[in-house]
């Protein structure tokens, strides 16, 4: 498969990454794998892996874009595979 080209000022993942976390998703769907054993991701790691700013991320979470709201006095956090479906889904 070829490689998607660049989202904004970085490259997002490529299709056979998208296939992937697809399969992620199925088989949680299928109890192989807990959500709880993903690890998380920050605002700025998402950040970069879209190649835009923290900016940018907070207005996406105020689209939709799916995140973890913190406990109390904690930051916001991310499943990488949930973010690459909804960047997918909303082009």
């Given at each position: 498969?070829?490689?998607r ?10 299709e ?14 299928r109890?192989?794998?807990?959500r ?10 998402i ?11 907070s ?33």
């Amino acid at each position: 498969m070829q490689a998607r080209g660049p989202v904004g000022r970085g490259a997002h993942a490529s299709e056979t990454e998208v296939l992937m976390g697809e399969l992620v998703l199925l088989a949680d769907a299928r109890g192989a794998r807990t959500r709880a054993d993903r690890p998380r991701k920050t605002k700025a790691e998402i950040a970069a892996h879209f190649g835009v700013s923290e900016r940018t991320i907070s207005r996406w979470m105020q689209r939709g874009m799916p995140f973890e709201k913190p406990f109390e006095g904690g930051s916001v956090r991310f499943l990488l595979v949930e973010c690459d479906a909804w960047f997918r889904r909303r082009r």
